[in-house]
């Protein structure tokens, strides 16, 4: 089964926040370090700006006492150093470096620089003396006829703290604003689909019996979905009206033609005439099977049937105890109260078959029972059963295999055309049953009856 509209539509949103919320992070990740780097930068250009000043103003280099007015560029691999040299022929020498260097240098960043743009600034990431990460910024000046290279570095981690810190932040923010975006949009389709889940039940109670078409005012989106409905449950009642009619009529207009043939053959004792007379039988009782069985198929398009059917078996009950008053016959039932999906005349007609044909057979006893039979599985429909038991004689297997046939008569001294269990049969596939034959505990045949049962 696939995915409920509401599930489409929150998981396209889940997914959909998802992909802008971590864009966007990244983006603001992004964003912030830099901001965090030239913040960084800045503070080093204040000291780098320091040491061009001290440099500037004396041309003895061995005489300047550089200040930056930072102590940890005086504690020995500090992390925060900087370094002076002069360029001479394409290379630079190292002439003074920072107390925190101790006895290492910082590399040249234009010593790696192929077009030796002696006018920029530089900024970059590089490994320190200790092996840690640095920030480094570097300018070259000019004093007198001699270039000089001041570089500045300072200990990165202050950086990767701080945009870690910014980024666990987010990224806990964006989490919870993502949850929020998520719950606001489950909000949002449970209510847009509420509409529809109310459909789905109007439909639901159609279909159990308790309504007859959509009722109440429906969002304007909606609104042709619930009016063609309406109409398509109309059309279907008259369908299944005229329907009826032209059966019944067809039934009127064959059975009539029959009498007059065989009220004929009555009256005449040629052999013909007997012939004729059991053909005309056969012909009337396949007329009575093939139009119920269009009655019952036009009849179960009808949505919405309901039958109560415990009274329709105590009604029958009572019928075939004053039908068969002679032969002494107790019928006992055990009925619990269950509906059957579908008309009360294909019930009444099922349930008759079945127990007039224990009636003819049983020596004495019929036992009629109704349960319902549950949900197997989620996608199955509940059933109802109902069970005749007799105490006659039985039927073996071929027997009831036989039994089942349309027009086999097994006995020909009983009454009847031997359509019996093959209407009810026909029947209850149509509804979606069955009817299948066994042996009874009482020692006779057991005819169990399923039926789709209305919750």
């Known amino acids: 089964m696939g995915l409920s509209l509401a599930s489409r539509l929150l998981l396209s949103a889940a997914l959909w926040t998802a992909a802008v919320l971590t864009v966007a992070g990244f983006a603001l990740s992004s964003y912030y370090q830099g901001l965090v780097e030239r913040g960084f930068d800045q503070r080093l250009h204040v000291y780098l700006k320091a040491l061009v000043a001290d440099l500037a103003s004396n041309s003895n280099l061995d005489k300047i006492e550089f200040t930056v007015g930072e102590p940890r560029f005086e504690l020995p691999l500090s992390g925060w150093y900087w370094q002076i040299g002069k360029m001479e022929n394409n290379a630079t020498n190292v002439l003074r470096t920072s107390p925190s260097l101790f006895d290492r240098n910082l590399p040249f960043l234009i010593d790696t620089d192929p077009e030796k743009d002696v006018t920029a600034t530089r900024d970059t990431y590089t490994t320190g003396p200790d092996e840690e990460n640095l920030r480094q910024v570097e300018r070259i000046i000019q004093v007198g006829d001699q270039r000089f290279v001041v570089a500045v570095a300072g200990e990165s981690s202050e950086i990767a703290e701080e945009v870690g810190a910014f980024r666990s932040d987010l990224i806990i923010t964006f989490i919870l604003l993502g949850l929020g975006l998520v719950a606001t949009a489950a909000i949002q389709v449970l209510f847009g689909l509420r509409p529809l889940s109310h459909i789905s039940q109007q439909i639901a109670a159609i279909r159990a019996g308790k309504s007859e078409r959509l009722e109440g005012a429906v969002p304007r989106e909606i609104a042709p979905l619930a009016r063609e409905l309406n109409g398509l449950l109309d059309s279907n009642r008259e369908v299944i009206a005229r329907a009826r009619t032209h059966a019944g009529n067809l039934a009127h207009a064959l059975k009539t033609p029959l009498s007059v043939i065989v009220n004929e053959a009555n009256a005449s004792t040629d052999p013909m005439a007997e012939k004729v007379i059991e053909q005309a039988d056969i012909m009337r009782h396949q007329i009575d099977h093939h139009l119920d069985r269009a009655r019952v198929s036009a009849g179960i398009a009808v949505v919405g049937?309901?039958?109560?059917?415990?009274?329709?078996?105590?009604?029958?009950?009572?019928?075939?105890?004053?039908?068969?008053?002679?032969?002494?016959?107790?019928?006992?039932?055990?009925?619990?109260?269950?509906?059957?999906?579908?008309?009360?005349?294909?019930?009444?007609?099922?349930v008759g078959n079945l127990l007039d044909n224990a009636c003819k057979w049983a020596a004495g006893r019929v036992l009629v029972s109704i349960t319902a039979e549950g949900k197997k599985k989620d996608a199955e429909p509940s059933h109802l059963q109902i069970i005749v038991d007799d105490d006659g004689p039985g039927l073996g297997e071929k027997q009831r295999e036989a039994a089942l046939r349309r027009g086999r008569r097994l006995d020909e001294t009983k009454p009847g055309s031997g359509l019996g269990l093959a209407i009810v049969s026909d029947l209850a596939t149509l509804y979606g049953g069955s009817l299948s034959l066994g042996d009874a505990p009482l020692g006779g045949l057991r005819a169990e009856l399923k039926l789709p049962e209305a919750i």
């Open 305 to 350: 049937a309901v039958t109560e059917a415990k009274p329709v078996v105590e009604a029958l009950v009572r019928a075939m105890e004053k039908v068969h008053r002679g032969r002494d016959i107790r019928i006992e039932t055990a009925a619990d109260d269950v509906n059957f999906r579908g008309e009360q005349q294909d019930l009444e007609e099922m």
